[in-house]
T-cell receptor, first 109, second 116 residues
Framework: DAKTTQPTSMDCAEGRAANLPCNHSTISGNEYVYWYRQIHSQGPQYIIHGLKNNETNEMASLIITEDRKSSTLILPHATLRDTAVYYCIVRVDNNDMRFGAGTRLTVKP | DTGVSQDPRHKITKRGQNVTFRCDPISEHNRLYWYRQTLGQGPEFLTYFQNEAQLEKSRLLSDRFSAERPKGSFSTLEIQRTEQGDSAMYLC??????????????FGAGSRLTVL
């Protein structure tokens, strides 16, 4: 499976867009990009996933570069409740999801 | 849909004791997963079931760890002869099989184990 690289931590001002990058330069053609987040003391929560096209749902947008070697999760209007660890995972299917250390996003008032 | 339930939420035990965690997945989900998470790390995959069949168990951390899903509904994770290094959050997740990428994991809140 392709390995992912994410920054250890990021800050974002409340109300601003949070842009969380993920590098996955060894991704193969049939691997999906998944994003989950984990708020303190809770289990991970699914956010969004995509294969080639950009995706948007009620929580976030996922922008995947044309070569698929990187992606960006966008939270359009971050709130304090978006403070969490965000995980980017690349998998063919979602058995055996392998979570790295993720990016710790802190939304500041 | 009541989500994935885990019990107990917290368990404190003494070294050498056995502990068992229970997971009740979302009812229509046929796949069930166990993960372990230590402080500051992402969840680490342990094992998973499709219905009652355990399809992957090579990642269980040692032979002290075992999991069952006898009727294809709830699952248990047992740790025998606990050690202090077993202290962690044990997470359960479930999903429904289907088109690749289409079905995502729903996690429970986890069971936190502290071994004294």
């Amino acid at each position: 499976d392709a390995k992912t690289t994410q920054p250890t931590s990021m800050d974002c001002a409340e109300g601003r867009a949070a842009n969380l990058p993920c590098n996955h330069s060894t991704i193969s053609g049939n691997e999906y990009v998944y994003w989950y987040r984990q708020i303190h003391s809770q289990g991970p929560q699914y956010i969004i996933h995509g294969l080639k096209n950009n995706e948007t749902n009620e929580m976030a947008s996922l922008i995947i570069t044309e070569d698929r070697k990187s992606s960006t999760l966008i939270l359009p209007h971050a709130t304090l409740r978006d403070t969490a660890v965000y995980y980017c995972i690349v998998r063919v299917d979602n058995n055996d999801m392998r979570f790295g250390a993720g990016t710790r996003l802190t939304v500041k008032p | 849909d009541t989500g994935v339930s885990q019990d107990p939420r917290h368990k404190i035990t003494k070294r050498g004791q056995n502990v068992t965690f229970r997971c009740d997945p979302i009812s229509e989900h046929n796949r069930l997963y166990w993960y372990r998470q230590t402080l500051g790390q992402g969840p680490e995959f342990l094992t998973y079931f499709q219905n009652e069949a355990q399809l992957e168990k090579s990642r269980l951390l040692s032979d002290r760890f075992s999991a069952e899903r006898p009727k294809g509904s709830f699952s248990t994770l047992e740790i025998q002869r606990t050690e202090q290094g077993d202290s962690a959050m044990y997470l359960c997740a479930s999903r429904r099989t289907g088109r690749a990428g289409a079905n995502v994991l729903t996690f429970g809140a986890g069971s936190r184990l502290t071994v004294l």
